[in-house]
């Protein structure tokens, strides 16, 4: 290591001599960095519990510059989606994720790929973490072929193993999940399910039909209200009558965590799977977050929001940025190998954007494909009768 | 209990109701694959609400069929979801008015989801109950669904007349991988038919989409569905008297539609009647007369087809009381 080092040295002081200024780089080795470190996270609310997830929890550097470029890419997939809509190649629905990255990155790192989980419309970062590549959401947002449904589902319908949607109907999805974790426990492979829905979707009927339905036949879904504080743009405090949306589930115990530290995400999930996995049937957790962006592209967001509470939440809970602090704090990583990872995601998401705007749209001899599974091809009638296009499974 | 049950068979002829055929159609599947289960209000320990369940629990115990609470919309989206997890549910509805309240789930997360997935994810699922008119249970209780539920692509619309027809289908609807609304007739439950050697057998499946010609005839051509086919069938006898012989056409599924059966028989008759228990206004008659008139009949006949459709009044209570006027039908 020694001998590296003044190889290094001796590198850089050429380097600087030709230039003629001086050149500022880190001599430090990845050897330097701490493997890992112990963090004490915020507790959470409990509800009908009497054990609660650790408050001090261990992440390796490992799990830090994972998590850390989940979320940047997360981040700035859903920047580059703003752009492109903006410039009218993405068109339709879009409902962006940025300020919520902790909550889908946190939740993944608890449970298996081998696990379940749906969500609702605001779902391109679950896609990703669920095994979705950029490229492939991109094109979907955009409708091409490339797209990860073919350029047929757009924005809120994106599926891959093991993951439901991406779904329109707010609240439809919940019944759907508790069914997922229906056949989990049927066919006995101990795997769970777990069932996103907003602080907007908490309020529907179908959720507390799906909370009975849960408890009664102890069903391993872990139920998670992401509360992003405002339901399209009605604020929580004019939605529901109870805004303690982790004991909405009544019989059903709850956790409210915050949900901007990936860690706390991370140990709360780690909880509730433990739970399900035991056999005690369903838990409900509520995940406190912030969605930057409008409800969707067709609202600024702030007609119902100040942007001074918006930029407060930046400066002060953003969870890539607390992420990065912590790291180098302890240090974990250093400043460059962060920007060497921003730059690669940078590119990643580059040439994503590139493939999206450039892939063609899926041709109109597949318009009427995947009406039926495993059906012999029909026919099936075009805009006027004598128009017959082709439908194949 | 196989000893029990085959003779009982010979003991009545293999005449059998509509009711023990959906009964034996679904112990048939259940046996056959164990991804399928039952679940739905009174279906388990009640033997279910018109007794279409009688025994099942018994023989296959809680796992795979499941009483579920009063909560149409929770229960159906639980079963959508199963599907969408490898199993293959059949979700009962104790009437298809209750369906209404699930409606979402069946059109949005069931019929819609394998074509906006692009074949990524299927949807394997049977809704069944009764559906239209019963005897004297108001307006609420007497709604069909026929022409709701076939409007929409992506899903399939079976609807049976007699026990083979009931058997036949539901355990075509079973095995099929797409969302199947199955639409039944609580007043056709306890009505015996025979039922041939051949649909006793435990691999006996009627294809969906087919039409069938329960009576053949040169004069006019009769289409119908569910229960309103007996009407037909008597009424074609009392006509037959007065030497007009009516070819009927009992369409099994709505959707997709045997088209070409209909189209067919109106070429040799060039007389239409369509019979239905549902309303007339965007009903599944005026989509058979539509389509006709649309179709090869139009372009290629000489003469001028009369087309009419006879259904329920067109108010709340659809009390139906099936008037002989295929008579006055003009030449």
Redesign the interface.
Same mark, same amino acid.
């Given at each position: 290591s020694g001998k590296m080092l003044s190889n290094i040295s001796n590198v850089l002081r050429a380097c600087a001599q030709k230039n003629g200024a001086a050149v500022v780089m880190s001599a430090r080795t990845y050897a330097d960095f701490t493997t890992q470190a112990t963090f004490e996270i915020k507790k959470c609310d409990l509800f009908k519990l009497d054990e609660a997830p650790a408050t001090q929890v261990v992440m390796t550097r490992d799990e830090g510059l994972q998590y850390y470029r989940t979320m940047q890419t997360m981040r700035r997939m859903e920047l580059k989606a703003d752009q492109l809509y903006k410039q009218k190649i993405i068109r339709g629905f879009c409902h962006l994720y940025d300020g919520q990255e902790a909550c889908a990155v946190g939740i993944e790192a608890a449970i298996n790929l081998t696990d379940?989980l749906?969500t609702a419309y605001r779902a391109h970062g679950y896609t990703y973490t669920r095994g979705g590549t950029v490229k492939e959401i991109m094109a979907e947002l955009t409708g091409r072929r490339g797209g990860i449904? /073919? $350029? /047929?589902?757009g924005s809120m319908?994106m599926?891959?193993k093991n993951f439901?949607?991406g779904?329109?109907?707010v609240g439809?999805q919940?019944?759907?999940?508790? $069914?997922?974790?229906?056949?989990?426990k049927?066919?006995e492979n101990n795997q769970l399910?777990v069932c996103l829905y907003g602080d907007g979707a908490a309020n529907q009927?179908?959720i507390f039909?799906?909370y009975?339905?849960a408890a009664?036949?102890k069903l391993p879904v872990i139920f998670i209200c992401e509360n992003n504080r405002y339901g399209m743009g009605t604020s929580v405090e004019r939605a529901a009558a109870s805004t303690d949306y982790y004991k909405r589930g009544e019989f059903i115990p709850g956790l409210r965590v915050d949900g901007m530290d990936v860690l706390c995400v991370r140990e709360a999930t780690r909880f509730a799977a433990d739970h399900c996995r035991s056999g005690k049937g369903p838990i409900l957790m509520e995940l406190q977050t912030y969605r930057y962006h409008g409800h969707s592209m067709s609202d600024p967001g702030v007609s119902y929001r100040t942007r001074e509470e918006i930029q407060e939440v930046r400066s002060k809970s953003d969870p890539i940025s607390m992420l990065k602090d912590r790291m180098l704090s302890n240090n974990m990583a250093s400043v460059e190998e962060l920007k060497e990872i921003d730059v690669e995601v940078r590119k990643e998401i580059e040439d994503a954007a590139q493939f999206a705007t450039t892939d063609p749209e899926p041709p109109l001899e597949e318009l009427c494909?995947?009406?039926? #599974?495993?059906?012999p091809p029909?026919e099936?009638r075009g805009t006027n009768?004598w128009s017959k296009l082709k439908s194949v #499974? | 209990q196989n000893a029990v049950s085959a003779l009982r068979r010979r003991e009545f002829h293999r005449s059998v109701t509509v009711r023990d055929a959906l009964n034996q159609a679904m112990d048939e599947e259940l046996e056959r694959d164990e991804r399928v289960?039952l679940m739905g209000e009174e279906v388990a320990q009640y033997d279910g609400a018109y007794k279409v369940s009688r025994g099942l629990w018994k023989k296959y115990g809680d796992?795979r069929v499941?009483d579920?609470?009063i909560?149409e919309? !929770?229960?159906?989206?639980?079963? %959508?979801?199963?599907?969408?997890?490898?199993?293959r549910p059949i979700c009962e509805f104790m009437t298809f008015n209750f369906s209404m309240q699930a409606i &979402? *789930?069946v059109i949005?997360?069931a019929a819609k989801?394998?074509?906006?997935?692009? !074949?990524? *994810?299927? %949807?394997?699922i049977v809704f069944r109950g009764p559906n239209g008119a019963s005897a004297g249970v108001a307006a609420q209780h007497s709604q069909c669904f026929a022409a709701w539920y076939a409007h929409c692509?992506?899903l399939?619309v079976v609807s049976p007349w007699n026990s083979e027809d009931a058997k036949g289908l539901l355990k075509s609807a079973i095995r099929d &991988?797409?969302p199947v609304v199955f639409l039944e007739n609580e007043l056709m439950y306890g009505v015996p038919f025979e039922m041939s050697e051949e649909s006793q057998s435990k691999d006996f499946t009627i294809p969906i989409g087919k039409a069938k010609i329960e009576r053949q005839g040169n004069h006019v051509t009769v289409v119908s569905h569910s229960r309103y086919v007996g009407h037909c069938l008597d009424a074609a006898a009392v006509l037959a008297k007065e030497g007009i012989e009516c070819e009927v056409i009992n369409l099994r599924t709505i959707r997709?539609m045997d088209v070409e059966s209909i189209e067919t028989s109106v070429m040799k008759t060039n007389h239409l009647v369509t019979v239905e228990g549902g309303w007339p206004q965007f009903g599944v008659g005026a989509e058979i007369c539509a389509r006709i008139m649309?179709?090869e009949w139009h372009v290629s006949s000489q003469t001028s087809c009369s087309t009419q459709r006879l259904q329920s009044v067109q108010n709340p209570m659809q009390k139906f009381k099936f008037c002989m006027c295929l008579r006055e039908v003009p030449d």
């Open positions: 379940h749906i449904a /073919k $350029g /047929k589902g319908h599926y891959c439901y949607g779904n329109g109907i439809a919940v019944p759907l999940g508790a $069914g997922v974790a229906l056949a989990c049927y066919q399910c009927g179908q039909e799906t009975n339905m009664l036949w494909n995947h009406i039926f #599974s495993n059906n029909v099936v009768p #499974s | 289960f796992k499941i579920t609470p909560s919309m !929770g229960f159906a989206g639980i079963a %959508v979801g199963a599907a969408m997890a490898g199993l &979402d *789930q949005n997360s989801t394998y074509y906006m997935s692009a !074949g990524l *994810q299927p %949807v394997p692509p992506g399939k &991988d797409n997709p649309e179709g």
